[in-house]
T-cell receptor, first 114, second 118 residues
Framework: EAAVTQSPRSKVAVTGGKVTLSCHQT?????MYWYRQDTGHGLRLIHY???????EKGDIPDGYKASRPSQENFSLILELASLSQTAVYFC?????????????FGSGTRLTVL | GDSVTQTEGQVTVSESKSLIINCTYS????????LFWYVRYPGEGLQLLLK?????QKGSSRGFEATYNKEATSFHLQKASVQESDSAVYYC???????????????FGAGTRLAVCP
């Protein structure tokens, strides 16, 4: 039933390793987003996409790549994971950027880099 | 850039008591931003609680209310009588005014964890 599904729910990775976080939406939305949240901080935008095969940088893109192979799927890739990338990651989708468009979020992925 | 400040990281309230969660914002774009409250229940993703796109207006949902105060740049969340089921994390968020550079994304506060005690 969940319209935005993230996998895995949690992951432990080693420093320097590659990590891929996946997101799948069944909302038929054009826009998809990746946010990260660190304890005591608000969600910060990493990458977003408004069409398949195209991604845009958000506010904190360094150290992350994104991939949107289809309208439904949006991945976040950490090529060389670092300790500072330990955080909770949220994927979201929205119909567009019309006034006050609602974002629909997944339940998050808790990433721990050791 | 835009910013959203929630001063309380955690709030504890007894059931049936009133609640206020503070939110202030700073928007660098010309015009008035859109303001939102999202809520995250345990084990779930964030979901929209309420939104207000016009300064001076009030939004309400599930017994919660928030008024867009452009003079004070505030958007505090209030509820007259909380229930244990309201225990969750509440996030204030801002979307920049239309035609601004920040219109296509949300800026979030750090969140306020509400614990309602029976």
């Amino acid at each position: 039933e969940a319209a935005v599904t993230q996998s895995p729910r949690s992951k432990v990775a080693v420093t320097g390793g590659k990590v891929t976080l996946s997101c799948h939406q069944t909302n038929n939305h054009d826009y998809m987003y990746w946010y990260r949240q660190d304890t005591g901080h608000g969600l910060r935008l990493i990458h977003y996409s408004y069409v398949a095969d195209s991604t845009e940088k958000g506010d904190i893109p360094d150290g992350y790549k994104a991939s949107r192979p289809s309208q439904e799927n949006f991945s976040l890739i950490l090529e060389l994971a670092s300790l500072s990338q330990t955080a909770v990651y949220f994927c979201a989708s929205s119909p567009g950027t019309g006034m006050a468009e609602t974002l629909y979020f997944g339940s998050g992925t808790r990433l721990t880099v050791l | 850039g835009d910013s959203v400040t929630q001063t309380e990281g955690q709030v504890t309230v007894s059931e049936s008591k009133s609640l206020i969660i503070n939110c202030t914002y700073s928007a660098t774009s010309i015009g008035y931003p859109n303001l939102f409250w999202y809520v995250r229940y345990p084990g779930e993703g964030l979901q929209l609680l309420l939104k207000v796109i016009t300064a001076g207006q009030k939004g309400s949902s599930r017994g919660f209310e928030a008024t867009y105060n452009k003079e004070a740049t505030s958007f505090h969340l209030q509820k007259a009588s909380v229930q244990e089921s309201d225990s969750a994390v509440y996030y204030c968020a801002l979307r920049g005014a239309m035609l601004s550079g920040s219109f296509n994304k949300l800026t979030f506060g750090a969140g306020t964890r509400l614990a309602v005690c029976p």
